[in-house]
């Protein structure tokens, strides 16, 4: 069974930085995409950025400029760098990884709080 860890999140000032990052177990194989999701109190868990096996990324409007998605293919490991945080972006922020013909793992998730 793969278990990814996420580490990173914690209390941050307004226009502060965090970088988040996710590592899984073991090695997986046949990955498709890894990603950042978040949910925030009340609302639906919506994608935060993406990245596929070829190195494109995806990163949702709300945080496109600030936050950047990165991964290691060797060490099956992917980070979110974010940048000018706002209170908006307060969630619990949870990793993700999908294989080919496998389905996808999830993260236990990793409180982000932007506040002053």
């Known amino acids: 069974q793969v278990q990814l860890v996420e580490s990173g999140g914690g209390l941050v000032h307004p226009g502060g930085s965090l970088r988040l990052s996710c590592a899984a177990s073991?090695?997986?194989?046949?990955?498709?995409?890894m990603g950042w999701y978040r949910q925030a109190p009340g609302k639906q868990r919506e994608l935060v950025a993406s990245?596929?096996?070829?190195?494109?990324?995806n990163h949702a409007d709300s945080v496109k400029g600030r936050f950047t998605i990165s991964r290691d293919n060797a060490k099956n490991t992917v980070d979110l760098q974010m940048n000018s945080l706002k209170p908006e972006d307060t969630a619990v922020y949870y990793c993700?990884?999908?294989?080919w013909g496998v389905g996808d793992y999830w993260g236990q998730g990793t409180q982000v709080t932007v506040s002053s």
């Open positions: 990245i596929n096996n070829g190195g494109s990324t």
């Open positions: 993700n990884i999908v294989r």
């Open positions: 073991r090695i997986i194989f046949s990955i498709r995409s």
